[in-house]
């Protein structure tokens, strides 16, 4: 065994100790939702009363009266600790609590908990916020994401909700195509706050391939888990596009901001089969519930959303000192009051260093992960390169034979299925396919094959991007002269200066065919800015 290392000589003697036994704090998941009840501070009461039950079952003892009466305390028994901070004044009234628990099966993983209730004199409803938080020494936390049965306590003793949805732990199940047109409508709800994980059933099949009431019940708060029988499914394939659908006993994460023309790769689809207890059903119940957790985190704002236990206590120890000052007291109890506030302040700091060193550590690791990413996406585009030479090196064309989209509404998945690897539209293409007006999509089509192959080809060989030329019957390759525009891509700003485009002067949607694009050498693939309109610019 290697024994530590010391870094400062002296004594006491520090010792750095090894990496594996360094504990880190990080943050797995986070709850906000706003109290049911008219009256605010009626509401955050009984809210109060139901958090002290469940933290007394935490720690295993009863806490002291001055919890119930929502003052500051501090209890431990055994390991565990519950920590309890509030105060008034004329613009809020906070109260927190923080609940430090050992793991009863890993030794040195601590969980703990945060509440935070709140509300303003005269608002219409108390607010509720929730952290969990784990320090462990494992370099990989080895669990299964839950929301706390604190959470599903308030939702079921208090009621909570979050916007105008009532939390209640259960699942939507779709029983009606306008129930499915109105799943729709939220998953393209740009205020949508948390990831719908939607469940489709598979044919001749009553439950879907996943356990889908245990997702609902461990993800309150943090998604909304949606089941679609196999009769209704057909609905979000025939208004999203197969892409962006769910099917046949899949489950997919629709994440908040999704749109009409998202990358499915964005939205993590699950193949899954008849038994929610095999072992693939098992894991992507696994996946789903971090990805809701993770997405918790990343999307509430810490001190606007959520509220840390820190920053309650620090406020209200604020409140006391400033409080015992104004009142004259003793100077021994304003002493006191400091020495408490500098040692929150020190607890606050040893915790924001554990928390900085995990945020460090998951950059290196995601950044590492983005580069092997990388290197195999790089690696799949040579291979489809080395296909598509061999397919021409036995005489054949690697689109021949391939049918061509007969009409718009299903143009841009044509695309993802036909040109990968070669051919990408952006969003504003995506959009623009859906609702094109031009009425021969299939010469669009063989545009972009001829873009795929004869353009590509000659780009990835080293030609110059100036080939102007005939593309197919009525159709050119030319510069696009005063309309070249600046496009968004990749966190850059790339010009568009080549566009394929039929004859005539026609600006008549129905009859003029403009594919602007660009040739991205980083991914060596064609990029589709936008099609098949002219647009407007400001020479036009």
């Given at each position: 065994?290697n024994s530590?290392?010391?870094?400062?000589?002296g004594?006491?003697?520090?010792?750095k100790?090894?990496?594996?036994t360094?504990?880190?704090e990080?943050e797995?998941l986070?709850?906000a939702?706003?109290?049911?009840?008219?009256?605010?501070?009626?509401?955050?009461?009984a809210?109060r009363?139901?958090?002290l039950k469940?933290?007394a079952?935490q720690?295993?003892?009863?806490?002291?009266?001055?919890a119930a009466?929502?003052?500051?305390f501090?209890?431990?028994?055994g390991?565990?600790?519950?920590?309890?901070?509030?105060?008034?004044?004329d613009h809020?009234?906070?109260?927190?609590?923080?609940?430090?628990?050992?793991?009863?099966?890993?030794?040195q993983?601590?969980?703990?908990?945060?509440v935070v209730i709140?509300?303003?004199?005269?608002?219409?409803?108390?607010?509720?916020s929730l952290?969990?938080?784990?320090?462990?020494?494992?370099s990989?936390?080895?669990?299964?994401?839950a929301?706390?049965g604190?959470?599903?306590?308030i939702?079921?003793?208090c009621?909570?909700?979050?916007?105008g949805?009532q939390l209640?732990?259960?699942?939507?199940?779709?029983?009606?195509e306008?129930?499915?047109?109105q799943?729709?409508?939220?998953?393209?709800?740009p205020?949508r706050p948390v990831p719908?994980m939607?469940?489709?059933v598979?044919e001749?099949?009553?439950?879907?391939?996943i356990?889908?009431q245990?997702?609902?019940?461990?993800?309150?708060?943090?998604?909304?888990?949606?089941?679609?029988?196999?009769?209704y499914?057909?609905?979000?394939?025939?208004?999203?596009?197969?892409?962006l659908?769910?099917?046949?006993?899949?489950a997919r994460?629709?994440?908040?901001?999704?749109?009409?023309?998202?990358?499915?790769f964005?939205h993590?689809l699950f193949?899954l089969g008849?038994?929610a207890?095999?072992?693939?059903a098992?894991?992507?119940?696994?996946a789903?519930?971090w990805i809701?957790?993770?997405?918790s985190?990343r999307?509430l704002?810490?001190?606007?959303d959520?509220?840390?236990?820190?920053?309650?206590?620090d406020?209200?120890?604020d409140?006391?000192?400033?409080?015992?000052?104004q009142?004259?007291?003793a100077?021994i109890e304003q002493l006191?009051?400091?020495?408490?506030?500098?040692d929150?302040?020190k607890d606050?700091?040893?915790r924001?260093a554990?928390?900085?060193?995990?945020l460090?550590d998951e950059?290196?690791?995601i950044e590492e992960?983005?580069q092997?990413l990388?290197?195999q996406l790089?690696?799949a585009?040579?291979?489809i390169h080395?296909l598509?030479?061999?397919?021409?090196?036995r005489?054949?064309?690697p689109?021949?034979?391939?049918?061509?989209?007969e009409?718009?509404?299903?143009?841009a998945?044509?695309?993802?299925?036909?040109?990968?690897?070669r051919v990408v539209?952006?969003?504003?293409?995506?959009?623009?396919?859906k609702?094109?007006?031009?009425?021969?999509?299939?010469?669009?089509?063989?545009?972009?094959?001829w873009?795929?192959?004869?353009y590509?080809?000659?780009r990835?060989?080293?030609?110059s991007s100036?080939?102007?030329?005939?593309?197919?019957?009525?159709?050119h390759n030319?510069?696009?002269?005063?309309?070249?525009?600046?496009?968004?891509?990749?966190n850059?700003?790339?010009?568009?200066?080549?566009h394929?485009?039929?004859?005539?002067n026609t600006?008549?949607?129905?009859?003029c065919?403009r594919?602007?694009?660009?040739?991205?050498?980083?991914?060596?693939?064609v990029v589709?800015?936008?099609?098949p309109a002219?647009?407007?610019?400001?020479?036009?």
């Amino acid at each position: 065994m290697n024994s530590p290392e010391p870094i400062v000589a002296g004594s006491p003697r520090l010792v750095k100790l090894p990496e594996s036994t360094r504990v880190r704090e990080r943050e797995l998941l986070r709850v906000a939702g706003q109290l049911a009840g008219a009256d605010a501070a009626t509401a955050a009461q009984a809210a109060r009363v139901e958090v002290l039950k469940w933290a007394a079952l935490q720690i295993g003892d009863q806490l002291p009266p001055l919890a119930a009466d929502g003052q500051s305390f501090e209890h431990l028994r055994g390991g565990r600790t519950c920590i309890g901070a509030g105060f008034a004044d004329d613009h809020r009234a906070l109260w927190a609590l923080r609940v430090d628990r050992p793991d009863a099966n890993v030794a040195q993983r601590t969980w703990t908990t945060e509440v935070v209730i709140g509300h303003a004199p005269g608002a219409s409803s108390a607010l509720f916020s929730l952290r969990l938080l784990a320090s462990t020494p494992e370099s990989t936390l080895r669990v299964e994401p839950a929301v706390p049965g604190l959470v599903r306590q308030i939702a079921s003793a208090c009621g909570l909700r979050q916007g105008g949805n009532q939390l209640d732990g259960s699942t939507w199940h779709i029983a009606s195509e306008d129930e499915a047109e109105q799943l729709i409508v939220e998953l393209l709800d740009p205020t949508r706050p948390v990831p719908y994980m939607v469940c489709s059933v598979a044919e001749r099949e009553t439950l879907p391939g996943i356990n889908s009431q245990l997702l609902a019940k461990v993800t309150l708060g943090i998604a909304r888990v949606v089941v679609v029988p196999a009769n209704y499914t057909w609905v979000l394939t025939q208004q999203l596009g197969k892409p962006l659908s769910v099917f046949n006993g899949a489950a997919r994460a629709y994440m908040p901001g999704f749109t009409y023309d998202a990358n499915p790769f964005a939205h993590r689809l699950f193949f899954l089969g008849n038994n929610a207890e095999d072992e693939r059903a098992r894991s992507a119940l696994t996946a789903l519930r971090w990805i809701a957790a993770n997405e918790s985190v990343r999307r509430l704002q810490l001190g606007t959303d959520v509220l840390a236990f820190s920053a309650v206590r620090d406020a209200s120890l604020d409140f006391e000192r400033e409080r015992l000052k104004q009142a004259g007291s003793a100077d021994i109890e304003q002493l006191r009051a400091a020495q408490a506030q500098i040692d929150a302040l020190k607890d606050d700091l040893r915790r924001s260093a554990e928390t900085q060193q995990w945020l460090s550590d998951e950059h290196k690791s995601i950044e590492e992960h983005a580069q092997n990413l990388e290197q195999q996406l790089r690696g799949a585009q040579f291979r489809i390169h080395q296909l598509l030479d061999q397919i021409k090196a036995r005489g054949d064309e690697p689109d021949a034979g391939i049918p061509l989209p007969e009409g718009w509404d299903t143009f841009a998945d044509w695309c993802d299925e036909v040109l990968s690897g070669r051919v990408v539209l952006s969003a504003r293409a995506r959009r623009e396919t859906k609702s094109a007006d031009f009425d021969d999509p299939q010469t669009a089509a063989r545009c972009l094959l001829w873009l795929a192959n004869e353009y590509r080809d000659s780009r990835i060989n080293g030609a110059s991007s100036d080939l102007r030329k005939p593309v197919d019957e009525g159709i050119h390759n030319e510069r696009c002269g005063a309309d070249s525009f600046a496009f968004g891509w990749s966190n850059r700003k790339v010009s568009v200066e080549w566009h394929l485009k039929n004859g005539g002067n026609t600006r008549d949607p129905r009859r003029c065919l403009r594919i602007y694009y660009f040739w991205d050498e980083g991914s060596q693939l064609v990029v589709i800015a936008t099609m098949p309109a002219h647009i407007r610019t400001g020479a036009t």
